[in-house]
């Protein structure tokens, strides 16, 4: 099963400029990660953020959470190159301890 | 630290044969495993919940002997797929939380392995 729906579905923006991807869940949760996905390999954990919680930054990343819209966006600034990858969101259901992705953004940064 | 190997990253077999894709957790301990498949340009869909010194969770849809999975050690879990057809060809990734993480558990991330793209010719 699919908890969350992800938009755009693809993303491409020149070297520089911020990126925003945002994530919508359906149920209840406990918390809501971001994970990163180069071409064919695993995944990497780039951000969790707290169901009490409305905003968090870890470098270049920002992300905010509106549990009253079951919504959530990741900001990446100053995108580089290497930012180029796919782009989850994750939520754990309320009470469960399985983490249910999204359905992913593609995102290509254009040197 | 939190590293998680799956062996091997690719597999090409014939069809009916079986696959075994392995799921280490190298520094940390795991009663618990999961097992996600991804099919190209598509999201993670969970396939089952490894359980150590149990049975696995399997979720709806997931054929539990076709998709055997055995979780004997706090490190080692294993996914094998039995008389694979060719629709079974797909990208399979591990993950697993350290367990002696207590109440923290519930709010920590999952670490990875780098998955198995598995070809069924």
């Known amino acids: 099963s699919q908890q969350g729906e992800e938009d755009p579905q693809a993303l491409s923006i020149q070297e520089g400029e911020n990126a925003t991807m945002n994530c919508s869940y359906k149920?209840?949760?406990?918390?809501l990660q971001w994970y990163r996905q180069n071409s064919g390999r695993g995944l990497v954990h780039l951000i969790l953020?707290?169901?009490?919680?409305r905003e968090k930054h870890s470098g270049r990343l920002r992300v905010t959470l509106d549990t009253s819209k079951k919504s959530s966006s990741l900001l990446i600034t100053a995108s580089r190159a290497a930012d180029t990858a796919s782009y989850f969101c994750?939520?754990?259901?309320?009470?469960?301890?399985?983490?249910?992705f999204g359905s992913g953004t593609r995102l290509l940064v254009r040197p | 630290g939190a590293v998680v190997s799956q062996h091997p990253s690719w597999v090409i077999c014939k069809s009916g044969t079986s696959v075994k894709i392995e799921c280490r957790s190298l520094?940390?301990?795991?009663?618990?495993m999961f097992w996600y498949r991804q099919f190209p340009k598509q999201s993670l869909m969970l396939m089952a919940t490894?359980?150590?010194?149990?049975?696995?969770?399997?979720e709806q849809g997931v054929e539990k002997d076709k998709f055997l999975i055995n979780h004997a050690s706090l490190t080692l879990s294993t996914l094998t797929v039995t008389s694979a057809h060719p629709e079974d060809s797909s990208f399979y990734i591990c993950?697993?939380?350290?367990?002696?993480?207590?109440?923290?558990?519930?709010?920590?991330?999952?670490?990875f392995g780098n998955g198995t793209r598995l070809t069924v010719t």
């Open positions: 993950s697993a939380r350290p367990f002696n993480l207590g109440p923290s558990f519930y709010n920590s991330p999952l670490h």
């Open positions: 149920t209840s949760i406990n918390n």
């Open positions: 953020i707290r169901s009490n919680e």
């Open positions: 994750a939520t754990d259901l309320d009470s469960s301890y399985k983490l249910i």
């Open positions: 520094d940390f301990q795991a009663t618990t």
């Open positions: 490894s359980n150590e010194g149990s049975k696995a969770t399997y």
